[in-house]
């Protein structure tokens, strides 16, 4: 029996904005059909929310609310796709993850410091385990080989034939990324033309905004270099990696200000101007501290503009100095950034602003290196994350799960 045609594929509701969703999951297939579909776990993280927003605390934490799912079977298709999630019914389903499933805080923890933590199997813990485990569950679908060996790690915790069961589930599959641009743009430099770098991002402080500030303000007031920011972020503070603080923020907005001949700011502007910005720049920033993957990192390959970037997680599948430049950072042995107490984070900090200033420097000594480097970029995109491959293997996945 196939399913090309009408395929009903569940996605939770509150999600259909998720970035995530948006990019891995939603409209992948021109003729299937997505819903929305709710569940006990929507419910009480809806409940929780309002609990706290009333209080004025988080009384009632959400985050591992926001991975299970439990529809009893009520909603009517044939499979669900998560991501991140984990579901305890009979539907059969697949879930993408970014790090590891089930994606629970006592599960993430363990490998957020210097060295792995011991696992406390909680009751939720096996839950999500058994979930993964159950003939219902057909597919886990890594972002990256980085999220891959998360996951391998973990399931160490369970006796062997049950890690067996999980692992044979395991695929990894990279986002899809259209190309944005044919060619890239060789531009001619002088002081009216400086060259024009990106950085796209919220978490301004953990993708190295901080260090990009400095670094360019150094290069810019000391040597005269002709290099110009784009700045696309709502300095939104995340507290994750970098631990900025309200002052760290303001000191940015007074930083944005006062450096307003090379800084162009942007806040709260629609993605497909954030594309369009992208294009008119020639290389992209991603210098972070803490990224699961780096979706813009695709998404400046593909206008054409190579990439700095740190070497954290997924990046170093993403990007290498073939098609771009990289920082090199201390990492523990999954690849995250050592940035626990201050002095990890300043030496983290000292590493990438000097690794930036080496790299930029270079550029400005010799730009022709871009353009040798964004058609590689736009190569990379055309053969790693086409499309219709990705969305030939998802509808192979997505077969597999409802014939078997």
């Not at 998720?18 to 999951?25: D, Q, V």
């Not at 990894?172 to 890239?184: G, M």
Request: glycine share 4%; net charge negative.
């Amino acid at each position: 029996m196939g399913y090309n045609h009408g395929m009903k594929i569940g996605v939770l509701s509150y999600r259909f904005d998720y970035y995530p969703y948006r990019r891995n999951i939603l409209y992948k297939l021109p003729d299937a059909e997505y819903f929305p579909v709710i569940d006990l776990y929507s419910n009480l993280r809806r409940a929780a929310l309002f609990a706290n927003r009333h209080l004025s605390q988080e009384l009632f934490p959400t985050f591992d609310l926001n991975n299970q799912f439990d529809d009893f079977e009520l909603n009517k298709v044939d499979i669900l796709h998560f991501s991140n999630g984990v579901s305890y019914g009979r539907t059969p389903w697949v879930s993408h993850f970014e790090t590891l499933l089930p994606r629970f805080s006592s599960a993430l923890n363990r490998y957020q410091g210097k060295t792995k933590l011991p696992l406390e199997m909680t009751p939720l813990l096996q839950r999500g385990f058994n979930a993964l485990k159950s003939p219902s569950c057909k597919r886990i679908i890594a972002m990256s080989q980085a999220a891959a060996g998360f996951e391998q790690d973990l399931l160490t915790e369970l006796p062997f034939e049950d890690r067996q069961v999980i692992l044979n589930k395991m695929i990894v599959l990279h986002p899809p990324q259209d190309l944005l641009v044919e060619q890239p743009v060789e531009h001619q430099h002088d002081s009216s033309q400086p060259i024009r770098f990106c950085l796209v991002g919220d978490g301004l402080f953990r993708k190295g905004g901080k260090e990009i500030f400095l670094a360019f303000e150094n290069l810019i007031r000391k040597e005269q270099a002709l290099i110009k920011l784009v700045l696309v972020s709502s300095i939104r503070l995340d507290s994750y990696a970098a631990q900025e603080t309200e002052e760290d923020r303001n000191w940015a907005l007074r930083f944005i200000e006062e450096n307003y001949d090379w800084i162009e700011h942007y806040q709260n502007i629609p993605h497909i101007q954030v594309l369009e910005l992208m294009k008119g720049c020639e290389v992209g920033l991603l210098p972070t501290y803490a990224d699961s993957y780096g979706f813009s990192v695709l998404e400046a390959q593909a206008c054409g503009l190579p990439v700095i970037s740190t070497d954290v997680r997924a990046l170093p599948e993403i990007n290498n100095t073939d098609v771009g430049w990289i920082i090199h950072v201390p990492k523990n042995e999954f690849g995250e950034a050592i940035y626990h107490s201050p002095e990890d984070r300043q030496l983290l900090s000292q590493q990438i602003q000097f690794g930036l200033e080496t790299i930029v420097r270079n550029i400005v000594a010799d730009p022709s290196v871009i353009y040798t480097k964004a058609l590689k970029s736009l190569a990379r995109i055309r053969e790693k994350h086409d499309p219709a491959n990705y969305a030939q293997r998802l509808r192979e996945i997505y077969q597999e799960a409802i014939e078997g």
